[in-house]
């Protein structure tokens, strides 16, 4: 079973530009999520998706990321403008959804490489 | 979600036995324990889980003390390829909702 697709692996830009990184889930999990991993650091989630509706966006930035997930499949997490503090691992991460009393706890998720940006 | 408290580091043997704790004295009867563990330079990767019982799968095992407050992942024969870090985390089981929260987690360096 193929797994979790992010691209690019690594990126630097210059702060104030835009940048976006690209996920693939695995094949047939409805739910994706975007994690936000700064050094040191565990994950911090930015966005949970449900096919391709919005679960939770409370911690997204919304003023400079935005994220879209078209057709229910794959995902894009854009940034636009860059800032320095934005320098962090980008995990994507999907999970199949389990709709039974107590199996709800059996959502296993499945995470990506990570992209690397460096924000200079 | 409830809070977890882990040591930040620890070394272990190749071949022994690794025991990780973790607290969770806050822990809520409808949440459950999970633990991930991330490799460096990798995603994080799903190990076991537990409601109150203890959990034993092809990775490692759980022991869940009875009260709930704190458990113990084992890792039965260490080799060089667990050295990663190790997170604890709880989380209610509710529909729709699976967000995992990461503390820190614990450094664990598995040495030859």
């Given at each position: 079973?193929?797994?979790?697709?992010?691209?690019?692996?690594?990126?630097?830009?210059?702060?104030?530009?835009?940048?976006?990184?690209?996920?693939?889930?695995?094949?047939?999990?409805?739910?994706?999520?975007?994690?936000?991993?700064?050094?040191?650091?565990?994950?911090?989630?930015?966005?949970?998706?449900?096919?391709?509706?919005?679960v939770d966006d409370s911690q997204l930035p919304k003023d400079r990321f935005s994220a879209e997930r078209l057709k229910g499949v794959d995902s894009t997490l854009k940034i636009q403008p860059a800032k320095l503090e934005d320098s962090a691992v980008y995990l994507c991460a999907s999970s199949l959804e389990v709709r039974t009393g107590g199996a709800g706890a059996k959502n296993i998720q499945y995470f990506g490489a990570g992209t690397r940006l460096s924000v200079l | 979600d409830a809070k977890t408290t882990q040591p930040p580091s620890m070394d272990c043997a190749e071949g022994r036995a690794a025991n990780l704790p973790c607290n969770h004295s806050t822990i809520?009867?409808?949440?459950?324990?999970?633990?991930?563990?991330?490799?460096?330079?990798?995603?994080?990767?799903?190990?076991?889980?537990?409601?109150?019982?203890?959990?034993?799968?092809?990775?490692?095992?759980?022991?869940?003390?009875?009260?709930?407050?704190?458990?113990?992942l084992i890792l039965p024969h260490a080799t060089l390829r667990d050295t990663a870090v190790y997170y604890c985390i709880v989380r209610v089981a509710r529909s729709n909702d699976y967000k995992l929260s990461f503390g820190a987690g614990t450094t664990v360096t598995v040495r030859a």
């Open positions: 079973e193929a797994g979790v697709a992010q691209s690019p692996r690594y990126k630097i830009i210059e702060k104030r530009q835009s940048v976006a990184f690209w996920c693939n889930p695995i094949s047939g999990h409805a739910t994706l999520y975007w994690y936000q991993q700064i050094l040191g650091q565990g994950p911090k989630l930015l966005i949970q998706f449900q096919n391709n509706g919005v | 809520s009867g409808n949440e459950y324990v999970y633990w991930y563990r991330q490799i460096h330079s990798q995603g994080p990767q799903y190990i076991i889980h537990g409601l109150k019982n203890n959990e034993t799968n092809e990775m490692a095992s759980l022991i869940i003390t009875e009260d709930r407050k704190s458990s113990t």
